[in-house]
C-alpha cells in the first residue's frame, strides 16, 4: 500500500482494512516480519493521511469533524502501534 | 421462625455440600466429555438462582436487569472453570466474588470513561454475542465448552479469557483490592495464554478491533456524503480546487469502497498483495 500524501480518507480505509486483513494472514502463515511490515504500512500511511486530513475534500462533503476523525485514527494507530513494539520486543 | 431459619441452614448447607460434590467430580471428569458438560450444567443450573439474586442487587445501576443477569452468568461461568477445591473456599462464595465482578464490569463499561482496551471490548462483545446467540437457539444459557465452540476457542482458553476479564476489573474499578496494589497492570493474553501461537489471540483481537473502528468510519462517511454535507462546488471553492475535481475524487472514493466491499477474503487470496494507488486531481 503506497501512502501517498493524495490518498482520500475513504481509500485510505478501505485500503488499511486489506492491509490489517492480509497481516493477519501472514501472522497465521507464521510470517511475523511480513505481518509486522503490513501494520507498518498502515501507520506510515495514517501518519500521511493525518498531515493532510485538512485538505480532504470527502471530509467536508460528508461532513465530518476533522477532530473526529484525526482522534479515530490516532487511536486506531496507536493501538497498531502497540501491537509492532510488543512483537518486536517479542523478537529474539 | 426458628424453625423455617433452621430449615433455610439445612437447605443452604445441602445446596453447598452438593455443589462441592458436582465440583469434585468436575475436576475428575476428562475432558472435553459428556459427562463433564453434563456436569457443568447441573452445576450452572444450581446456581442460576445466586446469578439473579446478585443481578437484582445492582438493579439501581439502571440498567436492565436481564443484561446484569446475563453479565452475571459469564461471571457463573468463569466461576466453574476455575473454581479449586483445594482452597477450601465455598462455591457460592467464590462464585459470588465473581458474578458480582462480571455485573460491575458490565456497568464500568456501560457508564466509566477509564478507556478500555479495544481487544477486552470486542473480547466482551463476541462473548456476549455467541452467549445471545446460543440462548436463543437453544433457550438455556451455553456450557463453557459449547460457549467455546462458538467463539472458537477450546476451554482453556476461554477461560483464561474469562480470567482476564475478571483481571481486568480489578485493574479498572475494584479499589478496596487496589489499595493493597496501587498499581497493577493490565494483563495481555499472551501472558494468559502463554502457549506459543503464530497468531497470539490479543494481536488477532487488535487488529480486528481496529478493522471495525476503520469499517465503523467508513460507514460515517458513506452515510454523511448521501444524507448531508456541503456542495462539491462550496468545498472546491474552499480547497482552491474545481468542482470537477471535487466530483472526480468523490465518485473514485467510492469506487475505492466498493471495490473493497466486493473483494474476496484475503484467506482464499494467497499471496495478493494490495493494489497501488493513483494519485488524485487536488
Known sequence: MKHTADV????????????????????????REAALAHLGTVVAAIDSYLERLDR??????????PSEVRDGLTRIRGDLDEVIAAHDAAAP | MRGEGSAQSRRT?????????????LSAAPSPSKQRSSLEERIIARNIGLVKS???????????????????????????????LAR??????????????EIRHYIRDRHSTIRVPQWVQTMNRRIKLAEENFFQEHGQ???????????????????????????????????????????????????ILPESQALPLD?????????????????????GLFYQGKSQSEVGEELGISQRQVSRIKDRALDE????????????????EPKEPEGTEN
Not at chain 2, 88 to 101: D, E, K, P, V, W
Not at chain 2, 151 to 173: F, H, K, P, W
Not at chain 2, 203 to 223: D, G, S, Y
Request: aromatic fraction near 4%.
Open chain 2, 257 to 272: 469502497l466498493r471495490n473493497t466491499l466486493l473483494s474476496l477474503d484475503p484467506s482464499d487470496r494467497g499471496q495478493e
Open chain 2, 141 to 191: 444459557p451455553p456450557t463453557l465448552r459449547e460457549l467455546g465452540q462458538a467463539l472458537e476457542l477450546n476451554e482453556a482458553q476461554l477461560a483464561a479469557l474469562l480470567r482476564g476479564r475478571d483481571a481486568m476489573t480489578y485493574v479498572s474499578i475494584d479499589k478496596e483490592r487496589r489499595t493493597s496494589d496501587p498499581n497493577p497492570s493490565p494483563p495481555s493474553l499472551e501472558e
Open chain 2, 203 to 223: 494481536t488477532r483481537l487488535r487488529i480486528v478491533a481496529a478493522i471495525e473502528q476503520l469499517a465503523a468510519m467508513q460507514q460515517h462517511i458513506v452515510q
Open chain 1, 56 to 65: 480532504d475534500p470527502l471530509l467536508r462533503l460528508a461532513p465530518i469533524p
Open chain 2, 13 to 25: 448447607a445441602r445446596q453447598e455440600l452438593e455443589n462441592e460434590t458436582l465440583l469434585a467430580r
Open chain 1, 8 to 31: 482520500d480518507l475513504l481509500s485510505l480505509i478501505g485500503r488499511a482494512i486489506e492491509e490489517l486483513r492480509l497481516s493477519i494472514g501472514r501472522f497465521e502463515d507464521a510470517d
Open chain 2, 88 to 101: 477450601n473456599t465455598r462455591f457460592s462464595t467464590y462464585a459470588t466474588h465473581l458474578i458480582q465482578g
Open chain 2, 54 to 84: 446478585i443481578a437484582a442487587r445492582f438493579a439501581s445501576s439502571g440498567e436492565p436487569l436481564d443484561d446484569l443477569i446475563q453479565a452475571g452468568y459469564i461471571g457463573l461461568l468463569n466461576a466453574v472453570a476455575n473454581y479449586d
